[in-house]
């Protein structure tokens, strides 16, 4: 989502063998944001999020405990540095999977998670309805970010001029739009969308403008080279798609058991050896979806609060980009 693509050439390619340091630390060691509907701490001080559930859904499949992660904060600048060195296993923090991150950087992206794009957010006191009347408009964007790069790019194509008002913290660029010192701020939209809920009442004076300007892919990293690990994390998500493309939920996976549906059987590790093949048990599917839920409850937990339509995001047999590859 945020940072640039960094030069250089990629790190050399892991070969900690990433699951078995996780067993021994009891631990999974998730890398996250700050953001409504991803990652944030409740009014319990638990974590709750898409991401969160990303995280979560890969210590049960490991540990058999989905609450067995240490969430980790990184800033858009470390983040990949965090993972790079391996301060955590996996990066789950609204991230775009992008060539430049996986090419150079020695990330692989295991999955996605949320199909984004790079949007507007004008105080509705402006009476701004398009991105198209930005012409000469100070524009809050976050340095050295894919958001910095696309904003010039739109501006540029589009033949318009801007002014941006560059700050790094994302607390302080929120203050700065709200106090006025800029006429738009610009990132992915869910993350204008999560900032607009957080706001509770007064979120009615922003409006999200209609253009979406960039594809912005969200998903998990982790680092290139333990490919076994890289399996867990993008199945662990594939799982829960599956779960919900077959109608299991946390609440009534016991009724599934006894399937004769051989897609259930297998993901539900009735048949087959799947889950041995990725150094796990055949019931790790089962652990996640009883203990994250499948993808649709995920997404109704964390993102239908924030007003985000599902859309592009729901299940391929509903029009959307969620497709799950047949376990098998």
């Known amino acids: 989502?945020?940072?640039?693509?960094?030069?250089?050439?990629?790190?050399?390619?892991?070969t900690v063998d990433t699951i078995a340091a996780i067993r021994a630390r009891g631990q999974l060691v998730c890398g996250v944001g700050d953001a409504a509907g991803f990652a944030r701490p409740d009014s319990r001080g638990e974590m709750r999020g898409l991401d969160v559930d990303a995280c979560r859904a890969v210590a049960a499949a490991i540990l058999g405990d989905a609450n067995k992660?240490?969430?980790?904060?990184?800033?858009?600048?470390?983040r990949f540095t965090a993972l790079q060195s391996g301060e955590v296993d996996m990066l789950a923090r609204s991230t775009t999977w992008t060539l430049g991150r996986e090419a150079q950087l020695g990330l692989a992206f295991a999955s996605i998670n949320f199909y984004d794009g790079q949007g507007f957010m004008v105080k509705q006191s402006?009476?701004?309805t398009s991105a198209r009347q930005l012409d000469g408009a100070t524009i809050c964007v976050s340095p050295g970010t894919t958001s910095e790069l696309n904003l010039a790019d739109f501006f540029r194509t589009n033949n318009m001029r801007f002014t941006p008002v560059v700050i790094q913290q994302p607390e302080e660029i929120r203050a700065a739009f709200i106090a006025g010192r800029c006429d738009a701020l610009t990132n992915d939209a869910s993350?204008?969308?999560s900032l607009r809920a957080s706001q509770g009442a007064t979120g009615e004076q922003f409006i999200l403008l209609p253009e979406i300007i960039s594809k912005e892919p969200l998903g998990a990293a982790v680092r290139k080279g333990?490919?076994?690990?890289?399996?867990?994390v993008r199945w662990s998500h594939f799982a829960m798609v599956s779960a919900e493309e077959l109608g299991i939920t946390g609440a009534n996976i016991d009724s599934h058991m006894g399937s004769q549906n051989p897609d259930v059987q297998r993901l539900l590790g009735r048949s087959a050896d799947?889950?041995?093949?990725?150094?796990?048990d055949n019931?790790?599917?089962?652990?996640i979806i009883r203990q994250v839920g499948n993808f649709g409850e995920s997404w109704e937990r964390n993102i239908t609060p924030l007003g985000v339509p599902r859309g592009i995001?729901?299940?391929?047999?509903r029009g959307g980009l969620q497709y799950a590859p047949p376990i098998r």
Do not use: K, Y
């Not at 989502?1 to 892991?14: E, I, V």
């Not at 799947?274 to 796990?280: D, S």
């Open 226 to 232: 333990d490919w076994r690990f890289f399996d867990v």
């Open 191 to 193: 993350v204008l969308a």
């Open 274 to 280: 799947f889950g041995r093949a990725m150094g796990l």
């Open 313 to 317: 995001n729901n299940l391929w047999t």
């Open 69 to 78: 992660v240490r969430f980790v904060p990184t800033t858009t600048q470390m």
């Open 283 to 287: 019931e790790w599917a089962v652990r």
């Open 1 to 14: 989502m945020l940072a640039a693509l960094l030069p250089g050439s990629a790190p050399a390619q892991t």
């Open 126 to 128: 402006s009476g701004i």
